[in-house]
């Protein structure tokens, strides 16, 4: 007779395996189409995701060590396979709206000033950016660059952010750089605008109120050249 241990642990083990079946069946998510047979080495491994501390890694380099980290606050089960995040009852692809290892330039303008933030996607989860605030007479007046990762639980929901020359709503990523100290968020949309542009939204703030920042989130919206 099988105890409730064992129902419990069997059930742990088919849901993530039928969501993944069912969204395999469908081509699940949103762009590329998930491979339609998996290997049975993934399905095995997929099997190994019982509790909640043993999350499934197929490639960690693919991954930032803090987008990793930021996964054990789920409840659930979870595996990283390929270019898709499968949990308890959904399998989401990652975003890879950015191609890999090209840098792509957002602009925008005000009648203060000029933004321009690059980024350059190196894995599944990771941005290496470079930011300037420039002033009407091209005098730097802000500036940061560094690393910003995607958030851990992007798969719940995506940000709504409004588009500041349409006035239109739309859904979009969010990466972090932070410290201990400030905070870097870079939002990109999920999906291009009317014209082809991608479009960004930028935000940066610091914990102590005496050290000077940018006020980023009244700032328009960015969008590729």
């Known amino acids: ?57 197929e490639d960690q380099s693919r991954y930032s060590p803090s987008f990793i980290k930021g996964l054990a606050a789920y409840d659930g089960t979870i595996s990283l396979v390929d270019n898709y995040i499968v949990t308890d009852h959904d399998t989401t692809l990652f975003p890879e709206i950015m191609p890999l290892n090209q840098p792509v330039v957002f602009k925008a303008t005000n009648v203060k000033y000029n933004y321009t933030l690059t980024i350059t996607r190196t894995n599944l989860t990771n941005f290496n950016y470079r930011f300037h605030l420039d002033s009407k007479d091209s005098k730097v007046v802000f500036e940061k660059s560094g690393e910003a990762v995607l958030s851990s639980f992007f798969f719940l929901a995506t940000e709504i952010d409004d588009d500041s020359e349409t006035g239109e709503g739309y859904a979009s990523y969010e990466y972090w750089d932070k410290t201990a100290d400030c905070w870097f968020a870079i939002r990109i949309g999920s999906d291009a605008d009317r014209n082809g542009k991608h479009r960004a939204r930028l935000n940066y703030g610091c914990k102590d109120e005496k050290r000077p920042t940018m006020a980023l989130a009244d700032c328009p919206t960015l969008r590729t050249e």
């Open 1 to 57: 007779m099988i105890n409730d241990y064992e129902t419990k642990t069997m059930k742990q083990v088919i849901y993530p395996l039928a969501s993944l079946f069912l969204a395999l069946s469908c081509g699940g998510g949103v762009g590329k189409t998930i491979d339609s047979e998996p290997s049975v080495q993934r399905v095995r491994a997929i099997k190994t995701a019982k509790t909640r501390s043993d999350i499934y890694i």
